[in-house]
């Protein structure tokens, strides 16, 4: 089964190696036909801490890294917060 990539953008690199990843997906909702956004935010490794509030990243399913982290940072797509 092939790993789930996401491409979202950094809220938050206070944590060390850690970097928490705003992901939003719009789709329309089945009764109102009404376009809905979803934020969902996900910790991703961020090894050499290169990532900066507002980049844009993408980011990849990995095993259990610690309790919440479940995701790798793999590459940084635009480096707004530079």
Same mark, same amino acid.
């Given at each position: 089964? $092939?790993?789930?990539? +996401? #491409?979202?953008k950094?809220?938050? *690199?206070?944590?060390?190696? #850690?970097?928490?990843v705003?992901? #939003?997906?719009? +789709?329309?909702? $089945?009764? +109102?036909?009404? #376009?809905?956004?979803?934020?969902?935010?996900?910790?991703?490794?961020?090894?050499?801490? =290169?990532? =900066?509030?507002? *980049?844009?990243? /993408?980011?990849?399913?990995?095993? $259990?890294?610690?309790?919440?982290? @479940?995701? /790798?940072? &793999?590459?940084? &797509?635009?480096?707004?917060? @530079?």
């Amino acid at each position: 089964m $092939p790993k789930k990539v +996401y #491409t979202g953008k950094v809220v938050s *690199d206070k944590m060390d190696k #850690t970097a928490v990843v705003a992901v #939003t997906r719009t +789709y329309q909702h $089945p009764l +109102y036909r009404k #376009t809905v956004k979803k934020i969902a935010k996900f910790k991703a490794h961020d090894e050499e801490n =290169k990532c =900066k509030v507002g *980049d844009t990243v /993408q980011i990849i399913e990995s095993r $259990p890294l610690s309790k919440e982290k @479940r995701w /790798q940072i &793999i590459k940084i &797509i635009e480096g707004e917060g @530079r």
